[in-house]
């Protein structure tokens, strides 16, 4: 059973928009949340990452947002540009048993149009 | 970019044969994973290790053994290969287990025929 989910396998949008990309998740014991970018035949690259006692980590153009009452976060990417193509996975590990047992969701297909 | 190369990058193989899949790393951290990307699936943990001879099973462990003789490599295993391990399979670095993303390698595309 998939305890991250990713509803939007794909989002397109315009050069220079926001993107935003979204991610639910279920298991309560979650408290560090991720986001990878991967290009076609590449290996997964950190974006940026979030520690449950907080609510907002902002890193250049991308922005995490969670929201632990909806077990919901967000990644916000202003302004989009052409580079920014490509597959974004959240992820999410919990403390204790599960440490270093990120969870995936199953990925969003970005294409930023001209 | 971390120092993780993956070998081999490809490889095409016959159901019931062995397969061996290398992960090298030149950080020095002390935790490795394996990873099997499938479609709607994600990234999916197949087993980590947390030091030379220390492993443990991950989701999807199942048909995989995996082996840490030295600290910068990590092998994975599939002692006989099923139609269903056909994935692409990532290693990935830490310098610890939690609080701390881990570094993927670039992929290995295994089909099974």
């Known amino acids: 059973d998939q305890q991250v989910k990713q509803n939007s396998p794909s989002l397109s949008v315009q050069e220079g928009r926001i993107s935003i990309l979204n991610c639910d998740y279920t298991?309560?014991?979650?408290?560090?949340f991720l986001w990878y970018k991967k290009y076609p035949a590449e290996g997964p690259t950190f974006l940026i990452s979030?520690?449950?006692?907080?609510d907002k980590n902002e890193d250049g153009r991308f922005t995490v947002f969670l929201n632990k009452s909806a077990k919901h976060l967000s990644l916000h990417i202003v302004p989009s540009q052409p580079g920014d193509s490509a597959v974004y996975f959240c992820?999410?590990?919990?403390?204790?048993?599960?440490?270093?047992?990120?969870?995936f969701g199953a990925g969003t297909q970005v294409v930023v149009t001209p | 970019d971390a120092g993780i190369t993956q070998s081999p990058r490809h490889k095409v193989t016959e159901t019931g044969t062995p397969v061996t899949l290398r992960c090298h790393q030149t950080?020095?951290?002390?935790?490795m994973y394996w990873y099997r990307q499938d479609p709607g699936h994600g990234l999916r943990l197949i087993h980590y290790?947390?030091?030379?001879?220390?492993?443990d099973k991950g989701e999807v462990s199942d048909g995989y053994s995996v082996s840490r003789s030295k600290t910068e490599d990590f092998l994975l295993t599939l002692e006989s290969a099923t139609s269903s391990q056909t994935s692409v399979y990532f290693c990935?670095?830490?310098?610890?287990?939690?609080?701390?993303?881990?570094?993927f390698g670039d992929g290995t595309r295994l089909s099974i025929l």
């Open positions: 950080e020095n951290h002390r935790y």
């Open positions: 298991n309560s014991m979650f408290d560090y």
């Open positions: 992820a999410a590990s919990a403390s204790g048993d599960s440490w270093g047992k990120l969870q």
């Open positions: 979030i520690s449950s006692i907080k």
């Open positions: 990935a670095i830490s310098e610890s287990l939690h609080n701390q993303p881990q570094h």
């Open positions: 290790s947390y030091g030379v001879k220390d492993t």
